[in-house]
């Protein structure tokens, strides 16, 4: 079964400062991986994925989000943080090749971004 | 015009009692999924279906019984209501395969008491 780890329960930036999120995953064979930011009292929205060819994926919002095989990281990334980026961050996995296979996310990182 | 609608957006009601909720796509996609995030904001797969056909029924109590009376529509009902059944239920929709992000709706909170 596949699975996601994101190890921070939160992490804290300074806007204009730089930010990483973290996420590990496991599964059996290749992934597609997601990333999903969700805001106070909202569904969840997309931001960016992998499915295949470049490791770094650029997405919505300034986001992008560096695919490592050989770490199983998908980590999400941002040059510049804005106050508006505090939310809370899933990534999730889906395996490769597993039909109607649904996304597993990851238990979530607040991100707060403080003036 | 809204992606991923559900009605109603807050329930609160007794234990015991049932209710439903109502999930719309306008999207085409043929797979529609229920989710439910607890207070720790968790996110687990409950149901799947992909063109009115369940696909996917993790571990979840009988008293919940999803329905499907068209691929742009899934509802949830749930009978007899426990506290533990407290959280909020997203219903997303899928499309392009295995390699299409899911759109999700703005969630219904449920509240037993």
């Known amino acids: 079964a596949q699975s996601v780890a994101q190890p921070e329960d939160q992490v804290n930036v300074a806007e204009g400062n730089p930010l990483t999120v973290k996420c590990t995953y496991s599964?059996?064979?290749?992934?597609?991986l997601f990333w999903y930011v969700q805001y106070p009292n909202r569904g969840l929205q997309f931001l960016l994925k992998?499915?295949?060819?470049?490791?770094l994926v650029k997405g919505s919002y300034g986001f992008e989000a560096e695919f490592n095989k050989s770490q199983t990281s998908f980590h999400l990334k941002k040059p510049s943080a804005l106050v508006s980026d505090s939310a809370l961050y899933f990534c999730?996995?889906?395996?490769?090749?597993?039909?109607?296979?649904?996304?597993?996310f990851g238990k979530g990182t607040m991100l707060l971004v403080s003036p | 015009d809204t992606a991923v609608s559900q009605t109603p957006k807050y329930l609160v009601t007794q234990m015991g009692n049932d209710k439903s909720i109502k999930c719309e796509q306008n999207?085409?996609?043929?797979?529609m999924y229920w989710y439910k995030q607890d207070s720790k904001k968790f996110l687990k797969i409950m149901f799947s279906?992909?063109?009115?056909?369940?696909?996917i029924n993790e571990t979840v109590p009988n008293r919940f019984s999803p329905k499907s009376p068209d691929k742009a529509h899934l509802n949830l009902h749930i009978n007899s209501l426990e506290l533990g059944d407290s959280a909020v239920y997203f219903c997303?929709?899928?499309?392009?395969?295995?390699?299409?992000?899911?759109?999700f709706g703005e969630g219904s909170r449920l509240t037993v008491l």
């Open positions: 992998y499915i295949t060819g470049d490791n």
């Open positions: 279906y992909n063109n009115k056909e369940l696909i």
């Open positions: 599964v059996s064979g290749n992934p597609y």
């Open positions: 997303a929709s899928g499309g392009q395969g295995e390699t299409g992000e899911l759109f």
């Open positions: 999730a996995v889906r395996p490769i090749g597993r039909g109607y296979s649904t996304l597993t």
């Open positions: 999207l085409g996609h043929d797979t």
